[in-house]
Nanobody
Framework: QVQLVESGGGLVQTGGSLRLSCAAS????????MGWFRQAPGKLREFAAS????????FYADSVKGRFTISRDNAKNTVYLQMNSLKPEDTAVYYC????????????????WGQGTQVTVSS
């Protein structure tokens, strides 16, 4: 069982930055690939970024590539999402998720989810 708690969301102006954190419970954090997903009002949840168990492999949605960076610290049981050059279209609730084994861009393949943190980018 893994419990995930996101933090770091907030209100930021266009072009600003935020860093989201996702703290995981349990002693097997390094066994899980991690992902960040987001859901804007009235839209389906979408993939943003994922990272492998060891942190050596990352994957990004085209919409965030070059602006967002996913990383993890297995000693701290935490995964991060550094978001730069934010745009109004990045406004969404951001969720972290965990799945055993390899990373995936499909939300249905993730087993554990956090409660989400709101990110609002003003124009």
């Amino acid at each position: 069982q893994v419990q995930l708690v996101e933090s770091g969301g907030g209100l930021v102006q266009t072009g600003g930055s935020l860093r989201l954190s996702c703290a995981a419970s349990g002693r097997t954090f390094s066994s899980y690939a991690m992902g960040w997903f987001r859901q804007a009002p009235g839209k389906l949840r979408e993939f943003a970024a994922s990272i492998s168990r060891g942190g050596g492999l990352t994957f990004y949605a085209d919409s965030v590539k070059g602006r967002f960076t996913i990383s993890r610290d297995n000693a701290k049981n935490t995964v991060y999402l550094q978001m730069n050059s934010l745009k109004p279209e990045d406004t969404a609730v951001y969720y972290c998720a965990a799945r055993p084994g390899v990373q995936s861009i499909s939300g249905s393949e993730y087993e554990y989810w956090g409660q989400g943190t709101q990110v609002t980018v003003s124009s």
